[in-house]
């Protein structure tokens, strides 16, 4: 960077050390590449994942080289967050060079930057073999990488190698306070994603070769922007209450589903969307369809600071429709959430401004991963049978008061919420079992007026079941696996589940039973009318 005045200073010897394993180890995995690469390309994935490592090793050093620099005088703990983050190593190592040699160009950065996000994408498919046999897209690992893309790679990381090796770090200058500003806010995602739009790349062809002025106008563009921000949040905060609004469509958030049981077909969703115009439900483009894009609309009688709430309220809502009438497992994907729900929200009033809200306790931010082994997953379609299911228990239940609700649909919620929870290291299936236990036990005193005893229970569920299961018997096994056999089961998430499905069977047929009672009184109140 022009007009930058180097600071001496002496790095710690244990930096240096630090960097001389990684360069070593990168020189390592180099030369197994090229030993693995061969004449004729065989293992050319090999290599290439090989060179990738050398890569990362080598981008490591120098952002602990640039960390050793500031220590001291600078905050540098989001380098050493940086530090565990594949793609931005890989970035490192090939823009580096020419930020510490002073010389900035935003877009060789952002080039820099999609080269490094693209690579460790393909290195990811070039990793392992699908597993899922039902995948559209299966490529063996030898076919994701060519000979040509893993030779072009390795000569990419022999010269970032060279030059680093070579680069003299003792008395490298320090960063200064645009550059640190630069370089935090590039490798924050909504920061970059706002410093490499169209109107901030625009700004800077205006100023030509004088990159640091640029940076030095977008530092303060991004201070405006804040403070009109804040005066944003205190103007909605200063709404008095749902309400005070005109009613008109002012929110937009959307939100992400998955499924572990079930299949989707757009032509069906549409079916749903036509009769919830404000809570569209669309198949996700490359998901296999077992992913769902869920679109909630809300009006501006909602204030800001109530949209979360709104949001996770309607949207569970749905879920718990869709789960009950199709008996399977739809849940938010909280794969990369810890305190969201929703991907983003937009406003229709400021689409400028992004509402960024959160929980300040969320959910969990594991993985979605159910069911052991694949043993429930059959890849059912969701046909309009259930659709209709789940439209019956929006008619049904998403109008009754809250106490009458709450007991009910309060524990199926959260069993759902356990089962996402259940995996590897934590378990909660007993937790997750004993709340579809409430949740059927108040639903059968609520809707057949079960008294709470076994003999009630069975009988219960038998005159309700009936519409649904003609032979005894049937009967019988599924509802002595649910209440006495299926609780010996060592696998509780599987008895949780299945007691789940009892639950959703026995609510689709009330639900359905609500809306035909409804349909014929208002055909009798019509008769009468004529």
């Not at 469509?249 to 969703?269: D, G």
């Not at 949209?307 to 789960?323: D, H, R």
Request: hydrophobic share 40%; aromatic share 8%.
């Amino acid at each position: 960077m022009t007009n930058q005045t180097a600071t001496q200073k002496r790095i710690k010897p244990a930096a240096i050390s630090q960097r001389e394993a990684c360069l070593k180890h990168a020189k390592d995995l180099l030369d197994s590449a090229k030993r693995v690469m061969g004449g004729n390309g065989d293992f050319a994935n090999i290599a290439y994942h090989l060179s990738i490592l050398s890569l990362e090793e080598i981008g490591k050093a120098g952002m602990i080289i640039a960390r050793a620099v500031s220590e001291g005088s600078k905050n540098t703990d989001w380098i050493t967050k940086r530090l565990d983050d594949h793609a931005f190593k890989l970035m490192w190592a090939v823009w580096s060079p020419r930020m510490l040699n002073g010389r900035i160009d935003p877009k060789k950065f952002e080039d820099a930057r999609q080269f490094a996000k693209e690579t460790h994408a393909r290195r990811l498919d070039a990793l392992y073999v699908d597993h899922d046999v039902e995948s559209e897209r299966l490529l063996r690992p030898d076919e994701v990488v060519t000979a040509e893309r893993a030779v072009a790679l390795l000569d990419l990381a022999t010269a970032c190698l060279e030059y680093e090796s070579e680069r003299d770090v003792v008395n490298i200058p320090e960063e200064d306070d645009l550059l640190e500003w630069f370089l935090k806010t590039s490798s924050d995602i909504d920061g970059s994603a706002r410093l490499f739009s169209k109107p901030f790349i625009n700004k800077l062809e205006e100023f030509g070769d004088d990159v640091r002025a640029w940076i030095d106008w977008a530092k303060r563009r991004f201070e405006e922007i804040q403070e009109e921000d804040s005066r944003l949040i205190i103007t909605e905060m200063s709404k008095k209450t749902p309400g005070d609004g005109t009613g008109r469509e002012r929110w937009i958030l959307k939100i992400r589903l998955v499924s572990l049981w079930h299949t989707f077909q757009p032509k069906v969703l549409k079916i749903w969307s036509k009769a919830l115009p404000n809570a569209k439900l669309e198949v996700r483009k490359g998901s296999n369809n077992r992913e769902l894009t869920l679109t909630i609309r809300l009006t501006d009688d909602v204030p800001a600071a109530e949209v979360f709430e709104a949001g996770l309220m309607q949207s569970k809502m749905l879920i718990t429709a869709l789960n009950i009438g199709g008996g399977g497992y739809i849940w938010y994907d909280i794969s990369d959430q810890s305190q969201s729900y929703f991907e983003k929200i937009e406003d229709l009033e400021n689409p400028n401004h992004r509402l960024q809200i959160q929980k300040p306790v969320g959910a969990s931010s594991l993985r979605l991963k159910v069911l052991d082994d694949g043993e429930w997953r059959t890849s059912e379609v969701f046909h309009a049978t259930y659709l209709q299911n789940s439209m019956n228990c929006i008619f049904a239940f998403f109008g009754m008061p809250e106490n009458d609700a709450e007991p009910i649909f309060g524990p199926y919620m959260t069993g759902c919420a356990l089962l996402s929870m259940t995996n590897l290291h934590v378990s909660c299936d007993d937790q997750a079992l004993n709340s579809f236990k409430t949740c059927l036990s108040k639903a059968l005193a609520r809707f057949s007026g079960c008294d709470g005893s076994e003999k009630s229970k069975r009988s219960k569920l038998h005159e309700a079941l009936s519409q649904a299961i003609d032979l005894e018997e049937h009967r019988n096994s599924l509802i002595d696996w649910n209440l006495h056999e299926g609780q010996k089961d060592e696998n509780k998430i599987r008895t949780a589940f299945s007691l789940k499905r009892l639950v959703d069977l026995y609510m689709s047929i009330i639900a359905r039973r609500i809306c035909d009672d409804h349909y014929r009184s208002f055909g009798d109140d019509k008769d009468q009318s004529k």
